[in-house]
C-alpha cells in the first residue's frame, strides 16, 4: 500500500486548472503501487487516476514511460492513457513531486488466478511486445546483469543474515549468468513487472495492464521468464506446469517464441528470479522497521531461483514440444 | 491508512450476492479510517464504501452504528447510508470479518480548514444531535472517565518514557475530572470522533459526515468540546480563536448550548483532550514499529489538555457574550 505524499484539496485544484477534467468530486489515496502514491479522483466526468511520481521513479524517465502508455492504447492494447495538459505536457508537478492524470482502468486483480488467466496474461504481454516494436523513445534496462552486479554490491556483505551461505552461492550465481547471459534474442520493449496486481480482468477476460514504471528495453524473452515467475508457482512454492503450459501457448499464439528464445528460457528464468530476490534482499536488509510498505520474503524469489537451475530444457516450463518442432 | 485484510474477487462476488448492486468492476482498498479495512467499489451502478471491520471494532456494536446511520440519513443528514441485503441484514461476513456495503459520500475532507468551515461543522454537529434525539439503540461510551482510568492503567508505568512527569500530571489530571466531571448536562448520541478526516466538502459547502464507529450516548456539549480539540487549533499548537468562535456560533445556530453546558465547557474540553492523548499514548507505547499506521503524537493532545486547563470562562473559546445573555 502506498501514500507517500498527501495533497490538499487547493493544491490539487489547482493542479486540475491545467486539465479538461470536470469538477472534482472526491480524491482518496489507494493502497496500490509500492513505489508511488496513487490517488482515485472521481470528477462530473470519469473517475481518474492521480500518481505522485516519489523519489525511486526518476523524472526523466517519465515521457519514456507516459508517452509508451499513450503508443501501447493508440495501437489498441487496453492500459491508462495519460491525460494531456492543456499546455500538451503529459505530466506536472503536485506537493513538490511530479505528478501525472491517468484513466481509470475497470477491472481487479486476480489474487488467485487459474491457468485460463494465464493465457491471457500471456496473450497479452505478446500483443505488448508487438506493439511496442515501433515506440520510438528508449530506456535502457538498469536493473538487468550489470544492475544486479551493483545491486549484490550493496547487500552481499549482509546476505547471509538473511540464509547462511548466502553470499556464495549469489556470487558464483551472478558470475554464471553474467559470463552466459543470452545476447542476440529478440529485444524490445517489455514491461518487466507483470504481476498479478498489474494485471485487471473483468470476469475471465483480461481488461488491460497497469504500471510500466519499470518498462525498458531488453530481450523479449526475459519478459516472458518474468511472467513464468510471477504467474506459475504456488504458494508453496510448486511450480504450476499447467499454469506455465498456459502463459507459454498464450504468448506464442500472438508471437512465437524462435528456437534461441525457447533455448534460453531457462536462463531467463534463472535471472528474472535473480533479479527479484535481489531487490527484495535490498529492500529487506534496509527498509526502516517503521515504513509503511509491506517487505516482500527475497526467500520466495531463492527457491524460484533454486527451482530454475535445475531445468535443463524449456520443455519442462510445459512448452510444447510440438509447437518447438514446427517454429 | 488502513487495510489490514485483503480480500479475493471471488469472496467479494460471492458476498455482493446478497445484494442489490449491480456488476462489479473494480475495487481498490483505499487509505482512510485508522480502525478498519476501507474498499472503494465501482459497479455498474453506484460507487461503494465496502468496510470490513476489524478487532478493535465489536461486532455487537454494528447495529447500534449502521442502525444510526439509517437514523440520521432517513433525518435528512447528509451522511453514509448502509445498504440493506436481500434479507434485510445490515452487515454480513467477508474475509472471516463483519462486513458492510455503505453508499459512496462524494466530496473532501479538508486538510486546511478555515473559520467558515468550522462554522459548518458546528452546524452539523448540532444537526445530528437533533436528529439523533429519537434514535432508539443506545450505547455507552466506553471512552468516557472509567474508560479513561482503564486506558492509563496499561500505560502510567510507562508514560515518563514519553515526557519526563507525565505519570503524576496525569494521574493528577485523572482525579480532578473524576472528581469534577459534570452529570446532568444535555445527553443523547454523539459523534465523539469528528475530526477533519470525518467531515466532507464539496468547495465550501459540507457535504456529508462520516466515520461513525465512536459514536455512543454522552453528554452533547462533550462531542462540541472534541470538535474544539479537533478543529480549532492550528499546527503550531496556538488555539485559533476565530474558528472556535465560528463552530460555536455554527453549532448555536442550530441548537443553542445552555447556562450548564457552557460553564461546563472548559472542563469538557480537558477531557476529550485527555481522552485523544491517552489513545494516542496507548498506541504510541503499543503499536509495534512494523505497523501499517501511522503512530499519531500523543504529545500534540498533552500541549491542548495544558490549554485548556488555564481556561476559566468557556469566552475565552469564542463564546460571544450577547449569546451568552441571550440563552
Redesign the interface.
Known amino acids: 500500500?502506498a501514500?507517500y505524499t498527501?495533497?490538499?484539496?487547493?493544491d490539487l485544484k489547482q493542479f486540475l486548472t491545467e486539465y479538461d477534467v470536470g469538477e472534482?468530486?472526491?480524491?482518496?489515496?489507494?493502497?496500490?503501487g509500492v513505489e508511488n502514491s496513487n490517488f482515485?479522483l472521481?470528477t462530473t466526468r470519469d473517475?481518474l487516476i492521480l500518481t505522485l511520481y516519489e523519489k525511486r521513479t526518476d523524472e526523466r524517465d517519465l515521457p519514456f514511460f507516459l508517452g509508451l502508455m499513450q503508443h501501447l492504447a493508440a495501437g489498441g492494447l487496453s492500459c491508462p492513457l495519460p491525460l494531456p495538459r492543456n499546455d500538451g505536457g503529459l505530466y506536472g508537478t503536485l506537493s513538490g513531486r511530479p505528478a501525472a492524470l491517468i484513466s481509470?482502468?475497470?477491472?481487479?486483480w486476480?489474487?488467485?488466478p487459474e491457468a485460463k488467466h494465464c493465457r491471457e496474461v500471456g496473450k497479452a504481454l505478446a500483443r505488448m511486445h508487438l506493439s511496442g516494436q515501433d515506440f520510438e523513445l528508449t530506456r535502457p534496462n538498469s536493473l538487468s546483469v550489470e544492475g544486479w552486479k551493483t545491486l549484490w554490491e550493496k547487500s552481499a556483505a549482509r546476505a547471509d543474515e538473511v540464509e547462511t551461505g548466502l553470499q556464495e552461492e549469489i556470487s558464483s550465481e551472478l558470475d554464471h549468468l553474467g559470463r552466459n547471459w543470452p545476447k542476440d534474442l529478440a529485444a524490445g520493449v517489455i514491461h518487466a513487472d507483470l504481476f498479478q496486481d498489474n494485471v485487471?480482468?473483468?470476469g475471465d477476460e483480461l481488461s488491460g495492464l497497469i504500471d510500466f514504471y519499470f518498462a525498458c528495453n531488453d530481450l523479449l524473452a526475459y519478459d516472458v521468464s518474468i511472467c513464468l515467475n510471477a504467474w506459475c508457482f504456488e504458494k508453496d512454492g510448486a511450480y504450476n506446469l499447467t499454469k506455465g503450459q498456459a502463459l507459454i501457448e498464450g504468448y506464442q499464439s500472438v508471437r512465437p517464441l524462435d528456437k534461441a528464445e525457447i533455448e534460453a528460457l531457462p536462463i531467463l528464468a534463472r535471472g528474472s528470479a535473480l533479479r527479484f530476490f535481489l531487490t527484495r534482499l535490498y529492500d529487506w536488509l534496509t527498509t526502516p522497521?517503521?515504513?509503511?510498505v509491506?517487505k516482500k520474503d527475497p526467500l520466495e524469489y531463492l527457491r524460484k531461483l533454486r527451482f530454475h537451475r535445475q531445468i535443463t530444457s524449456a520443455t519442462e516450463y510445459g512448452l510444447v514440444e510440438e509447437r518447438l518442432s514446427a517454429s
Open positions: 500500500m501514500v498527501d495533497i490538499t484539496e487547493d472534482l468530486t472526491s480524491y482518496k489515496g489507494i493502497a496500490e482515485l472521481h473517475p481509470f482502468l475497470e477491472g481487479m486476480l489474487r488467485k485487471f480482468f473483468l522497521a517503521g515504513a509503511l509491506v
